[in-house]
């Protein structure tokens, strides 16, 4: 018989080491999620979505999905990287009311169309509830949803690689930092391997600095000159989403990929855990938990939430399924949220890359 690695149970292990739990999972989201405002304020020219407002819809998005899916699915919802094309058209509309606008006057329009996109998901919920889920599922195979994934993972490739470059050394470093702790790691080692390679190369960050190597263009591998500046605690700038039909025309249809989407990783997240999530609590749950989260998110000026893959990596390489392990990492993400160090840093990293 083939042998498994062991399923773990989080409450067994004791509080402390949940917490440290959760802050792999916070930190196996955290690049992709920052990305999405990365990438967008450089379609708007600097203007574009906030770094803490990205954080706190991460957070509260996630907490309320758990509650609509009856605090039984451990997924993460994270910033949805099948919108930044839209961002990017909403941004270079200049006819109509959006001639003479400012990009930072564009983007709540922009969002007012993912309003619209997360509502759409509580029609496809409604129909699966009418008609039921194995009806339905009938329509949507693996063979429809799995391409759907692998399109907006291809897409993030060039990002990837583009962060990797900056410093191949360190990213490699990690890499086979997260191999090692999963192949050979012993104890709780083992099923924090993302957390180790985080900290590992993190640590090899700063030694490389103090010996004054830098990345291959020159520049400093660290540099926290403007986070010095930046405030400690701050409220998140929020902002009111607002309405136009171009704009809802360019966004709310990407909403056709992104439910297929969430329809594949359900299906994801049941295989790696070993239950039938789409039967229950039900995959019209998870769309109300989905589709309104996003529509929240956007309706304050963030970007649109979807359910992570890189979470439910985590889920296989942890073998810890609990889900209130995911819900202190939503925790961690609305109190970094209210840290504008943390987005100043990354603000100023996303400055070095381009």
Known sequence: MENQEPIYDAKALGLPKMLILGLQHMFAMFGATILVPILVNLYFEGEGLSIQVTLICAGLGTLFFHLCSKLQVPAFLGSSFAFPGGFQTVAKLDTGIFSGMSMGEKLPYACGGI?????????????????????????????????????????????????????????LIALLTIIIFNIWGKGMFKIIPILMGVVISYAAALVFHALGMT???????????????????????????????????????????????????????????????????????????????????????????????????????????????????????????????????????????K
Not at 127 to 150: A, C, E, H, Q
Not at 282 to 302: N, Q
Not at 345 to 351: A, C, D, G, R
């Open 115 to 171: 309003v619209v996109a997360g509502l759409l998901y509580l029609v496809l919920a409604l129909i699966i509830k009418l008609l039921g889920v194995k009806r339905v599922m009938k329509y949507l195979p693996p063979v429809v949803t799995g391409p759907m994934i692998i399109c907006i993972g291809l897409s993030l490739a060039p990002s990837a690689i583009s962060n990797a470059s900056t410093n191949w050394l360190l990213a």
């Open 215 to 353: 990345n291959p263009d020159g520049s400093a591998i660290l540099d926290f000159s403007n986070v010095a500046s930046a405030g400690l605690i701050g409220l998140p700038p929020f902002q009111l989403c607002k309405f136009n039909l171009t704009a809802v025309l360019v966004m709310a249809p990407i909403a056709l990929a992104t439910m297929m989407e969430h329809i594949g990783d359900m299906s994801a997240i049941s295989a790696t855990v070993g239950k039938n999530f789409i039967e229950a609590p039900g995959l019209h749950r998870t769309l109300i938990g989905d589709g309104i989260a996003t529509a929240l998110a956007a309706l304050f000026g963030g970007p649109a939430n979807t359910t992570y893959g890189e979470n439910t990596g985590v889920l296989e390489l942890s073998r810890v399924y609990d889900p209130g392990v995911i819900r202190i990492a939503a925790v961690y993400a609305v109190i970094l949220s209210f840290i504008p160090k943390m987005a100043e840093l990354h603000e100023l990293n996303s400055q070095k890359r």
